[in-house]
């Protein structure tokens, strides 16, 4: 397929005004409906944990207890990577005074001073739906993950991901209950427990952007259309990976790399881009998540579909 410098010109296109004022309607609902269980604003308004994001965030804090929530944007709008295509935005809806953590061998929360939390009568994820079915009635429906809200012309559609704080101390040797590298757990109702690192991603995100004189979210942009034009050629490929998946992909080519090009066409820089994807193929099994944490390719199956797609990427794009 042939693809011109307007066409990914306008695939490389940010978030619109617009879209900017439904996610935040759709965080600040989430948000209100919460407040009712005893919560209130640790600040006024809704800020921003990075600069040149959409990474709103607020901190909730019990009425009449040492309870704390971190409401926060997360995924492609958040980092401004979506596409048009693209239309839930998702929020977590972090429990920050439980908490799960993980420490190096021979150490254990005694050595933190940590307790077992008490057990409570109902889950923060059973919690948090029965406040925004309060909020949003028959809009609400449970998923294993996630708690969907479904959107209007005032607000996205959501997904809410009740979670609770991770807490890793592998690295931390002074048993410093500061010192840890952060994210979040999410259990989802088929019993899988997930890590992930939405924060970091964010923050990885904005720098790699700066670094790139900011061709690498219009670069991920453009990468997102061309996955949704692949599935909607028939490319069988597109569907064995994940936007985010591709995110973290462009995530791990160097940063000199874009610079190289930045004076050149979109068309010429997207594939340059892909023959670098192509030739260090051999690599993949150590690309990192857009985190820098974990790995993006962890078992021989995604490392595989990575491989299938960017081999299928290199056959459909052609440009003029």
Known sequence: MKFTE?????????????????????????????????????????????????????????TSNNRKIKVFLQGSYANNTNVRTQSDVDIAVVEEDIFTTHYRQGVSDANYGFVNAQPRSQSFKDEIEIALTNTFGSDVSRENKSIKINGNSYRKDADAVPCRRYKDFSFDYYDNPTNYVGGIVINADSGEEI??????????????????????KKMVRIMKKMRYLMKDNGVSSASGVSSFALESLLWNIPNEYYLE??????????????????????????????????????????????????NSLITFYEYE
Do not use: W
Request: glycine share 2%; net charge positive; proline share 3%.
């Open 6 to 62: 307007s066409m990914l010109n306008n695939y490389s296109q940010p978030l619109s005004n617009t879209e900017d004022q439904q996610c935040k309607n759709a965080i600040n609902m989430v948000i209100n409906s919460i407040k009712p269980l005893g919560f209130q604003e640790k600040s006024t308004s809704l800020e921003k944990m990075y600069s040149d994001t959409y990474s709103y965030y607020q901190v909730l804090e019990s």
């Open 195 to 216: 890590i992930n690192y939405p924060e970091q991603h964010i923050r990885n995100g904005k720098e790699k952007n700066v670094a790139t004189n900011h061709y690498y």
């Open 261 to 310: 090009f930045k004076d050149c066409r979109k068309v010429f820089m997207f594939s340059k881009l892909i023959e670098y994807l192509n030739s260090h193929s051999y690599a993949l099994d150590t690309f990192k998540e857009a985190n820098g944490i974990k790995l993006l390719c962890p078992n021989r199956d995604m490392l595989n579909n990575m491989k299938s797609f960017i």
